[in-house]
């Protein structure tokens, strides 16, 4: 699938020993990769702690109004269940409106591919016209929820964003 508008991206990984500089970042470069080769431009890739505050204030300053340089972020990690795991919370607090569907399809099709899918707390949503999506830490994970849901980003962007892109009439057509 190539995007026919170049979206623009921010990466976000959750890491405590990423960030120490202790784990190599494989997860955050395949997304990274994948989403290059379908056309996205990546605005920036960071690696932080698994640390809730940050994360709030990361994702309040990306999706400021007045700063918005992204048009989607994705965080990398911290789906799981250890006491550490805390994206999808800080995500829904930040949250105007949540989009369970994307989060529901890579659990339930995820697990047709790897059973650990389903355990997954991923959440998506939007802010200030920004679509967040948490993707789980580990690259297979990383890699395969994103293969799962890549080819609506594209159409969720321009209806998020207020741009027609035909997409319901070409489906139309197509039957």
């Given at each position: ?23 190599e970042d494989t997860?955050?470069?395949s997304v990274k ?122 159409h969720l962007l ?18």
């Amino acid at each position: 699938m190539s995007s026919k508008k170049k979206w623009r991206v921010y990466l976000i990984v959750l890491s405590d020993l990423g960030a120490q500089g202790k784990r190599e970042d494989t997860a955050g470069e395949s997304v990274k990769s994948m989403l290059k080769d379908n056309n996205f431009i990546i605005n920036d890739k960071i690696i932080i702690p698994d640390d809730f505050d940050s994360l709030v204030a990361i994702l309040k300053k990306e999706t400021d109004p007045d700063y918005v340089q992204s048009d989607v972020i994705f965080t990398i990690g911290g789906t799981g269940l250890s006491p550490r795991d805390i994206t999808p919370q800080a995500t829904k607090l930040i949250l105007d409106i949540e989009i369970p569907g994307l989060t529901e399809l890579m659990r339930i099709k995820g697990y047709e591919l790897n059973r650990l899918a389903i355990i997954s707390r991923s959440v998506a949503g939007i802010r200030n016209n920004v679509l967040i999506i948490n993707l789980p830490g580990s690259k297979r994970g990383a890699t395969e929820s994103l293969g799962l849901i890549i080819e609506q980003i594209d159409h969720l962007l321009n209806q998020i964003q207020n741009k027609d892109d035909n997409y319901h009439e070409n489906l139309k057509n197509e039957n």
